[in-house]
C-alpha cells in the first residue's frame, strides 16, 4: 500500500511537470468561456494550497481541524491574479508545493485519523483531506491544460 505522503510527493511531481510545461502563451486565455483564465486558474489553487497547509498543519498538531471554507472568486479577484505574470505564479506553486510536501512527510501516521470539518461540509479525515486536496489539484490542471 502507498503511504499517504508518497502519493502526495508523487501527485505534485505530475502536476508540477504538467505546469512547468505548459505555455505561457496561453495562460491569459480563459479555460472555458465566461470562466476564469488559466493564470486565475493558479491563482485559485495557490489560494487553495494557502488554505489547506494551515489545515493540514493544525489537524496534525492538534488531533483535529475545525474552520471556514473560503470565498474563491473573491480570494481570486483581490490576489489580481489576471494580472500577474505566469512565471511568477508558477515558481509560487512549486514552492508552495516543495512545503506542503515537507509538512505531509512528517505527519505521524495516527494523526491521519484527525476529523477536520472545512466551513459547513461533512467531518473528514486528514488523510481524505490530503488525497482530496491533490484531486482537487489535478482537477484544476486539467482546466489549464484544456
Known amino acids: 500500500m502507498t503511504r499517504t505522503p508518497d502519493q502526495f510527493s508523487e501527485g505534485c511531481a505530475e502536476i508540477r511537470a504538467a505546469l512547468v510545461a505548459f505555455s505561457a ?9 465566461g470562466g476564469w483564465t488559466r493564470k486565475e ?14 489545515r493540514f498543519v493544525r489537524a496534525a ?17 483581490i490576489h489580481g491574479y489576471a494580472d500577474l505574470p505566469w ?21 505521524p501516521d ?20 490530503i488525497e482530496d486536496y491533490v484531486a482537487h489539484q489535478r482537477h484544476h490542471l486539467a482546466q489549464i491544460l484544456s
Open 110 to 129: 495516527d494523526r491521519l485519523e484527525s476529523m477536520c470539518v472545512v466551513g459547513d461540509d461533512a467531518p473528514m479525515t486528514l488523510q481524505f483531506l
Open 25 to 33: 502563451i496561453n495562460a491569459d486565455r480563459s479555460y472555458r468561456p
Open 87 to 107: 512565471e511568477m505564479l508558477l515558481e509560487r506553486w512549486v514552492i508552495t508545493h516543495r512545503m506542503l510536501e515537507q509538512v505531509v512527510a512528517r505527519i
Open 41 to 54: 486558474v493558479l491563482g485559485h489553487m495557490l489560494d487553495s494550497a494557502a488554505n489547506n497547509h494551515q
Open 61 to 77: 498538531l492538534e488531533g483535529r481541524y475545525v474552520g471556514p471554507g473560503y470565498q474563491q472568486n473573491s480570494w481570486v479577484a
